[in-house]
């Protein structure tokens, strides 16, 4: 079993739609959990971190379930522009070593 | 905010010969540097952990002969692929942790295609 695991999609939704990926962990014992956005052929960059209470930026809501080991990332009101891939990325220690989901493609379309 | 610069951001080499990769740390000191490796169509993989002034660590898999990682000073981590192969092909992606706050920045990658 992969330590991240995601639905790798494609998530196809037209625009205005809201649209929501699930991503479960498989270590108990991970600290730290976040959501990145990569665009094609480019880095990936840190959407929103998870935090336990969950938490909102914007058309974006991050939940994390401990109990059951998942994360959750809702987008509202989807535009073109966030079609990307959105990877969970895990934190299992203190140390910065970061393990990351194989990617939810989500396409929006007009 | 902080800035994580990779060069090149594209090579094209020939089998057998060695590619080297830089990863800065544009406006921070990062004790710490990450490598990873990302197929098309795949996740990022984290290929080893590079300390400031010892030796990286290695994940499982990666031969640490073939990636060679230096990370001489607080700024600057390089990564040779030696006697490169079709195989080796990818995009390498480097990212940085700030001193004292752990926060973590991702270069803007490396895409490598051996001829």
């Known amino acids: 079993r992969k330590e991240v695991e995601q639905d790798p999609g494609p998530f196809n939704v037209p625009e205005g739609a809201t649209v929501a990926f699930n991503c479960t962990y498989s270590n108990s014992a991970s600290q730290s959990f976040f959501w990145y956005r990569q665009d094609c052929r480019k880095e990936p960059k840190l959407l929103m971190s998870?935090?336990?209470s969950g938490n909102e930026d914007g058309r974006f809501t991050a939940q994390l379930n401990r109990a059951s080991q998942y994360i959750s990332l809702l987008i509202r009101d989807s535009k073109l522009s966030d079609s990307a891939t959105y990877l969970c990325v895990v934190n299992i220690n203190a140390g910065n070593m970061l393990t990351f989901g194989g990617g939810t493609r989500l396409m929006v379309k007009p | 905010g902080a800035v994580v610069s990779q060069h090149p951001s594209r090579v094209i080499c020939k089998s057998g010969t060695s590619v080297k990769i830089e990863c800065r740390s544009l406006?921070?000191?990062?004790?710490?540097m990450f490598w990873y490796r990302q197929f098309p169509k795949q996740s990022l993989m984290l290929m080893a952990t590079s300390n400031e002034g010892s030796k990286a660590t290695y994940e499982q898999g990666v031969e640490k002969d073939k990636f060679l990682i230096n990370h001489a000073s607080l700024t600057l981590s390089t990564l040779t692929v030696t006697s490169a192969h079709p195989e080796d092909s990818s995009f390498y992606i480097c990212s940085a942790s700030v001193i004292n706050t752990g926060e973590l920045f991702f270069g803007e990658g490396s895409r490598l295609t051996v001829l």
């Open positions: 406006d921070f000191q990062a004790t710490t």
């Open positions: 998870v935090y336990s």
